[in-house]
């Protein structure tokens, strides 16, 4: 239920006239629907204990919204939706959950699921679990270097050389040039030997780009506008506005195609358009296990690797890992590197948890979101013991906020090494790096690498 938090948090702001009071924390507004004409919510977000209200239910073409329990039948026949998952499932480029990890691993796990195991434990299995993440991180950890790079093209773009009216933002604008700063620097891209004069631009080795979690596509017009990038292909699961698309698409020389499918569906040797090509996949915001999925879907096992457009068609990639919290062990691309360290499905889990110390400095509320793209998180002073606090919560609250913050970047770092070494066995030579200063964006690590053959 959207209502404010109960945890000293801020409180939303107040509805504005004439509109439904449920809060869409995702979005940070309010319901657009006007309320029912006896209650402050409309028949979407009507409460199941208001009077006349039925309970509803997820609808089962698309579980992000709901229906009356007794208007399931009737719903599912006529969801707006039903028509694009058919016209989804029906593409040559669909295979449900191709990209989802060892089916054997069970489902999902949820964060309040991570936090209810980790308060069952004992003080003294947390205590161990604390001892074994510092072990683990200082036997295997990869360092991880800074390499904030701005290269001469992308100089020139970011000085507004490059006229577009679009929404960029001086924080994402810094993210997405050192992206392809460094994708230059570890020979991914051919450097801009010579003035961009006249709209041609430097020629790369890659014939085309697959950007995964793409969202509006800017990182790709970087790409276009610095390096030339002529084949774009943005996989995306959501909708958004203020896309790049319309900028691209207005250059003649470009050939976009937006594929709106969850990653872990992806078959990338299904897209008729990039066969043949050689290709880089790139992504600035791959949260929790979209990680892992991607690079499942660039370095696919279970599909025929004698494919014309499997492995070999892949020339580098670079992505940028963040969220750490979501991910999942059925998902991870490096179980045995984990399992050979003693790392459990439970300490996997739990380390989830605790990575968002890393970035939120206080992971101890149960409902404190983690804000990572648009406020940067500072790691908080001491706090006060809640009198109320028990067991592993009361123990967590006594860590020092630093030194929780440095268990939660030890936790990120096991993670990301792991995907690393990951790639490193599948024959590309990778590299871990902090691509931005933490003041930018806490969310700051780039995983690189580029295939050998």
């Not at 109960?6 to 809060?23: I, T």
């Given at each position: 239920?959207?209502?404010?938090?109960?945890?000293?948090?801020?409180?939303?702001?107040?509805?504005?006239?004439?509109?439904?009071?449920?809060?869409?924390?995702?979005?940070?507004?309010?319901?657009?629907?006007?309320?029912?004409?006896?209650?402050?919510?409309?028949?979407?977000?009507?409460?199941?204990?208001?009077?006349?209200?039925?309970?509803?239910?997820?609808?089962?073409?698309?579980?992000?919204?709901?229906?009356?329990?007794?208007?399931?039948?009737?719903?599912?026949?006529?969801?707006?939706?039903?028509?694009?998952?058919?016209?989804?499932?029906?593409?040559?480029?669909?295979?449900?959950?191709?990209?989802?990890?060892?089916?054997?691993?069970?489902?999902?796990?949820?964060?309040?699921?991570?936090?209810?195991?980790?308060?069952?434990?004992?003080?003294?299995?947390?205590?161990?679990?604390?001892?074994?993440?510092?072990?683990?991180?200082?036997?295997?950890?990869?360092?991880?270097?800074?390499?904030?790079?701005?290269?001469?093209?992308?100089?020139?773009?970011?000085?507004?050389?490059?006229?577009?009216?679009?929404?960029?933002?001086?924080?994402?604008?810094?993210?997405?040039?050192?992206?392809?700063?460094?994708?230059?620097?570890?020979?991914?891209?051919?450097?801009?030997?010579?003035?961009?004069?006249?709209?041609?631009?430097?020629?790369?080795?890659?014939?085309?780009?697959?950007?995964?979690?793409?969202?509006?596509?800017?990182?790709?017009?970087?790409?276009?506008?610095?390096?030339?990038?002529?084949n774009v292909f943005l996989v995306e699961r959501r909708s958004y506005k203020l896309k790049a698309d319309r900028s691209l698409r207005q250059n003649e020389d470009v050939t976009l195609e937006r594929l709106r499918i969850d990653i872990e569906d992806l078959k990338l040797h299904g897209i008729e358009a990039l066969r043949g090509l050689q290709y880089l996949a790139i992504g600035k915001h791959l949260c929790g296990p979209a990680t892992d999925m991607t690079m499942m879907c660039c370095l696919p096992e279970r599909y025929d690797q004698t494919e014309e457009n499997g492995k070999r068609s892949l020339q580098g990639l670079a992505l940028a890992t963040c969220c750490h919290h979501l991910c999942q062990w059925k998902h991870y691309t490096n179980k045995s590197f984990l399992s050979g360290l003693g790392i459990t499905e439970e300490d996997f889990h739990a380390m989830t948890w605790f990575s968002s110390w890393a970035v939120d400095g206080d992971h101890s509320y149960p409902d404190a979101p983690v804000e990572v793209e648009d406020t940067p998180s500072e790691v908080r002073g001491p706090e006060k013991l809640d009198q109320e606090a028990v067991g592993i919560e009361r123990v967590i609250r006594s860590i020092p906020a630093g030194e929780r913050a440095t268990l939660g970047s030890m936790c990120k770092d096991i993670i990301d090494t792991g995907r690393l070494l990951w790639l490193g066995q599948k024959g590309l030579v990778a590299d871990l790096v902090s691509y931005v200063p933490s003041s930018i964006s806490p969310e700051n690590r780039l995983l690189i690498a580029k295939c050998t053959s």
């Open positions: 239920m959207g209502h404010a938090p109960a945890n000293g948090k801020r409180s939303p702001p107040p509805p504005p006239l004439g509109r439904c009071h449920f809060w869409l924390p995702n979005k940070r507004r309010h319901c657009a629907n006007s309320p029912l004409p006896s209650s402050q919510y409309c028949g979407n977000h009507l409460p199941e204990s208001a009077p006349g209200a039925g309970r509803r239910v997820p609808c089962p073409v698309d579980p992000s919204h709901t229906v009356l329990e007794e208007n399931l039948e009737a719903h599912v026949g006529k969801c707006p939706l039903k028509k694009q998952v058919a016209a989804l499932t029906a593409q040559p480029y669909y295979s449900k959950g191709i990209n989802s990890g060892t089916p054997e691993a069970g489902c999902g796990v949820t964060s309040a699921e991570k936090r209810a195991a980790v308060y069952r434990l004992t003080e003294e299995e947390f205590r161990l679990l604390l001892g074994k993440i510092r072990s683990v991180h200082a036997a295997v950890a990869a360092p991880i270097r800074e390499s904030n790079l701005i290269t001469a093209a992308c100089d020139k773009w970011m000085s507004g050389q490059v006229d577009r009216k679009m929404p960029y933002q001086e924080r994402h604008v810094a993210q997405q040039a050192s992206i392809v700063g460094n994708m230059e620097a570890f020979g991914l891209l051919q450097k801009a030997s010579h003035e961009v004069v006249d709209g041609e631009n430097a020629a790369v080795s890659a014939q085309a780009v697959v950007e995964f979690g793409a969202g509006r596509g800017y990182l790709t017009q970087v790409l276009v506008d610095c390096y030339g990038i002529r």
